[in-house]
């Protein structure tokens, strides 16, 4: 049964609890955030979070970034936290900046896909902060698209998207960026870059000093990892680029036995 999506305006408290409600009884809800709009989940609920996957048909083996409304909630989530970690919290949380840190059991392996390793960003926008805030604990949300489009930059291009099949969006107005955020591990001592962003490579040097960017291998070891290549950045000096011609594998999401995987039953 077709679902028409209903647009909320996300500065209105009733619209934000109302959302709040839908993702505490493992619906889903798209929301705006300062990079593009996300589709979110309780990222404790598993269940929920493989709606997920099947709504935005996205391979199970692409894990995601929970979003969390304050900085103390790290601990609760993650453990071992790098001292660059905290650095680049320190300097770009809120905003489009997600680390990928050691997970505590908390966390459902689904979203996660079987990593020993979470996604973590705290968002800027305030709709989205007031709506985590409101649930208590993180959300799990990738782009709200289907897996393969453009990112939507505003609600109305989500109820496009997903006409028949969301019942809330809530309205930010436009994302500032249009772009996703900015993906970084430290691994090492070192600050591994997975995904470029809406944070700059040269604003990462400004604080922790060298880069080292991610690929030429086939392991998917955080979310939109798309590009090949390792390249050891230091104050704008490139070193040994190389590239390598990396497949990801393709898997149907919607397929019973990627649930089974993860120990659930299809919703």
Known sequence: ????????????????????????????????????????????????????????RRPHFDPLIIHISRKEWVNRYTKNVPAHAQELMDRFWPGPLTIILEKRPLVPDIVTSGLATVAVRMPSHPVALDLIDRLGQPVAAPSANPFGYVSPTKAAHVARMFAGKLPVILDGGSSTFGLESTIVSVRDGQVVLHRHGAVSLEELLEVVGEVHEKGGDSVIDSPGQLRPAVICVRRRQIFSPFSSNWTARTLTSSSPSSYRNWGLEKP
Request: glycine fraction near 8%; charged fraction near 25%.
């Open 1 to 56: 049964m077709d679902i028409k999506p209903e647009i909320l305006d996300g500065s209105d408290p009733t619209s934000v609890e109302r959302a709040v409600t839908l993702l505490r009884e493992g619906g889903l809800v798209a929301f705006p955030t300062e990079t593009v709009y996300g589709l979110g989940a309780d990222a404790l609920n598993a269940l929920a979070v493989a709606r997920i996957f099947e709504l935005k």
